[in-house]
């Protein structure tokens, strides 16, 4: 478990508010790998000891591991609990359904795979998050605005005078604060983040994009960054990926040094 | 895998619409079966043995599953390849993401699980779902919807002159059609179902809510059913957790002939 208190310290201890996507598809690992008795477990765990020195974060896709079916869920299992102390733990699985089911998804990612935190899909509404939210010392990180092309089909539709991504904000605030809230916000237009902290001032955001999807670091930053800076921005395949070959662990501590320097001179 | 037509012709034969779900808390299932080796697996094929003749289809709520981790996983597993030939095998993981990641759930869920139906979250969009549509012979199940009271909070807003739901209905109808693309509504009013027929007048909508939650089948009928049929309804804790005892399996079998004979009078 990582509160606020402690993530915002953990992020001036390494100069970073980076948070490395463990996006592990396995057409994509180094071939060499493969003789691995748990190729994918082998691959992640190269992957955090070469870069847990410049993030704070890391994201595990759920669908990456579940691609796998129940070897992949061991995997994950694996995965979760080899992340050291200190780093925060997101279970990337967009999870939302009626209460009682998503009181089970809560017991699954917090209490079986000891997540910190776990990204939440709202279509439902408030009760079908409600559930994330009874449990001390964990985060529900709620999609709000996303940076892929089907953000414009239901996100950007303007409720009354709203989007529709407003309204997620101001509700999902009711469910939750800054201690137990964060946003994936996928914006990178400083009047997106302007809306964003309009409604959510104080809570920490999730950034997808920056890397292989194209964003400027420069740009989220100087828009949506706080006094406590408020966010983790995620990189995922420019850094796992870095390399296919037998150096994929150097290439990738690399990639994620560059991105923490670079961090480290907006802190 | 089982086609529209395939569907339609078991619903005539088995003069059944039913869907059971297998929402299977192992802290409800009975206790006699907690020695068993597997009391999930254990306990899902009972109730499968029991109430396959009564049903077209079973709903495995995924969360039940995942909150055991990838044992949990593994059962599931097993009660996937428990069900028998043609019945509807939906996975209930209200899944969707962007696209390189629905990709790796519908590899997740269609080929590895052999799943033939998956429920679908479309908050952020048309291009976070396409991947599901991709897979011939499968369905996606898009929660249009639902009969929490969550649902005022988005799902029921109004976009310009329609309800957020609405206009669900009218872009998903872009990415499929009846023969793969089913919808989650959870309307038991008049007025909703005929908005539902208005933008989707072929699909088969899976219906939750009868029994435990309290809907009513026959107004269920009156308004949604089509000249195909095209409704699935589920009911889950009223059959499964019918009785707690050595006799649940007869009470689960009792409980869902109980609703299939109902149906019948409907055919």
Redesign the interface.
């Known amino acids: 478990m990582l509160n606020r208190a402690q993530l915002i310290s953990e992020i001036h201890k390494k100069r970073s508010f980076l948070c490395v996507g463990l996006?592990s598809?396995k057409t994509k690992i180094p071939k060499h790998l493969l003789s691995e008795p748990d190729p994918v477990f082998a691959f992640n765990k190269a992957i955090i000891d070469a870069t847990r020195d410049y993030c704070v974060s890391y994201k595990i896709?759920t669908?990456?591991f579940?691609?796998?079916?129940?070897?992949?869920?061991?995997s994950?299992?694996k995965v979760f609990d080899y992340i050291p102390e200190g780093i925060l733990k997101i279970a990337?699985a967009?999870?939302?359904?009626?209460?009682?089911?998503?009181h089970?998804?809560a017991?699954?990612?917090f209490?079986?795979?000891g997540a910190d935190a776990i990204t939440l899909?709202?279509?439902?509404?408030?009760?079908?998050l409600a559930p994330f939210f009874e449990y001390p010392g964990h985060w529900g990180i709620v999609?709000a605005l996303?940076?892929?092309?089907?953000?414009?089909?239901?996100?950007q539709?303007?409720?009354?005078s709203e989007f529709?991504y407003e309204?997620?904000l101001k509700?999902t605030c009711k469910l939750g604060n800054p201690e137990n809230l964060m946003f994936v916000v996928g914006a990178t237009k400083a009047q997106e983040f302007e809306i964003v902290r309009k409604h959510a001032p104080h809570n920490f955001l999730l950034v997808p994009g920056i890397g292989a999807q194209g964003g400027s670091l420069a740009e989220v930053v100087k828009y949506g960054k706080t006094a406590d800076v408020g966010l983790l921005i995620n990189a995922s395949r420019s850094i796992i990926y870095a390399s296919s070959g037998f150096d994929f662990a150097d290439a990738a501590a690399h990639e994620a040094l560059k991105i923490q320097v670079e961090m480290a001179g907006f802190l």
Chains 1, 2 share one sequence.
Do not use: H
Not at 95 to 102: A, H, L
Not at 146 to 155: K, V
Not at 157 to 160: D, E, S
């Open positions: 996006d598809d896709n669908a990456f579940e691609a796998d079916g129940w070897m992949g869920w061991q994950m299992q990337d967009k999870r939302g359904d009626i209460g009682n089911t998503s089970q998804y017991k699954a990612f209490d079986t795979l899909a709202p279509y439902m509404g408030n009760d079908s999609l996303t940076s892929n092309p089907g953000s414009a089909d239901y996100e539709q303007k409720v009354g529709l309204v997620v509700n």
